[in-house]
């Protein structure tokens, strides 16, 4: 996979993607507009592999590209995808708990968590490869 400088590439089940943990942390706005400038956006996981590959990608809490923009529990993906309203979730036991907290983390242990927008977090960036087929254009 041709993913550039400082990503990682992976195959999943059907596209192949590059990811990129940034460490220094940001806001979840932030964080979507610092991938966007790099070509991607905040990671989206829409099938078990993701999150596997997620799990073993980072032991860090870091933002996912998830979203309930207007409050109402309607969470979406925010790369725009063909999974945008993906079936697949990974929900802590807690979570979501629609009180007014409209993103999403990925823990520790690789359970979602619903969490204050303005919270500062680390992330990772997804891409399409450069090689491959990635489900949003570049």
Same mark, same amino acid.
């Given at each position: 996979?041709?993913?550039?400088?400082? +990503?990682?590439?992976?195959?999943? !089940?059907?596209?192949?993607? %590059?990811?990129?943990?940034?460490?220094?942390? $940001?806001? +979840?706005? !932030?964080?979507?507009?610092? %991938?966007?400038?790099? #070509? #991607?956006?905040?990671?989206?996981?829409?099938?078990?592999?993701?999150?596997?590959?997620?799990?073993?990608?980072?032991?860090?809490?870091? +933002?996912?590209?998830?979203?309930?923009?207007?409050?109402?529990?309607?969470?979406?993906?925010?790369?725009?995808?063909?999974?945008?309203?993906?079936?697949?979730?990974?929900?802590?036991?807690? $979570?979501?708990?629609?009180?007014?907290?409209?993103?999403? &983390?990925?823990?520790?242990? #690789?359970? +979602?968590?619903?969490?204050?927008?303005?919270?500062?977090? $680390?992330? &990772?960036?997804?891409?399409? $490869?450069?090689?491959?087929?990635?489900?949003?254009?570049?």
């Amino acid at each position: 996979l041709k993913c550039g400088s400082g +990503w990682t590439g992976a195959m999943g !089940d059907f596209d192949a993607f %590059c990811y990129k943990v940034v460490f220094d942390k $940001s806001n +979840w706005d !932030d964080a979507r507009a610092n %991938c966007q400038s790099a #070509g #991607g956006d905040l990671f989206s996981v829409t099938n078990a592999y993701e999150q596997r590959f997620l799990e073993n990608f980072t032991n860090i809490e870091s +933002w996912l590209g998830y979203r309930d923009q207007k409050a109402a529990g309607t969470w979406r993906w925010s790369d725009g995808s063909k999974y945008m309203t993906s079936s697949y979730t990974n929900w802590d036991e807690r $979570s979501p708990n629609n009180g007014g907290v409209t993103c999403a &983390i990925v823990t520790k242990k #690789g359970r +979602w968590h619903d969490e204050q927008c303005q919270a500062k977090y $680390s992330y &990772i960036c997804k891409k399409p $490869s450069e090689s491959g087929q990635g489900n949003q254009g570049v």
